[in-house]
C-alpha cells in the first residue's frame, strides 16, 4: 500500500510540473488552442527555441512547429500544426 502511495504521489507531482493546457497567460497576454502562428508572435513577439518536424497524419505529411516562450519560472511549449495551435504545455 505504500508503495501505490509513494507511486501515486510522484505522478501527481509530475502532472502538475508538466501540464497540458487549452490556453494560458504567457507574460500578460492570453494564448489559446486555436490560435494561429502569425497570432501568437504578434502577441509574444519571437521564441526563445523553434523545432520544425512533420508527421504523418492519415497518410498525409502534416507541419508542426513548437515554439517555447519562458515567463518567469515557467517555460511554455505551445504546438502548431498546419498554422494552428493544437497544445499548449508548460512546465517548470
Do not use: C
Request: proline content about 2%; aromatic content about 8%; glycine content about 8%.
Amino acid at each position: 500500500m505504500k508503495k501505490l502511495l509513494v507511486a501515486a504521489t510522484l505522478m501527481t507531482a509530475f502532472s502538475f510540473a508538466n501540464a497540458n493546457l487549452t490556453n494560458a497567460s504567457v507574460n500578460g497576454e492570453r494564448v489559446r488552442v486555436g490560435d494561429t502562428y502569425g497570432q501568437i508572435v504578434a502577441k509574444l513577439g519571437q521564441p526563445v527555441a523553434t523545432y520544425d518536424y512533420t508527421k504523418n497524419v492519415g497518410g498525409k505529411e502534416t507541419p508542426v512547429r513548437e515554439v517555447s516562450y519562458v515567463d518567469g519560472n515557467k517555460t511554455y511549449t505551445i504546438t502548431i500544426e498546419n498554422g494552428k495551435v493544437t497544445h499548449i504545455k508548460t512546465s517548470r
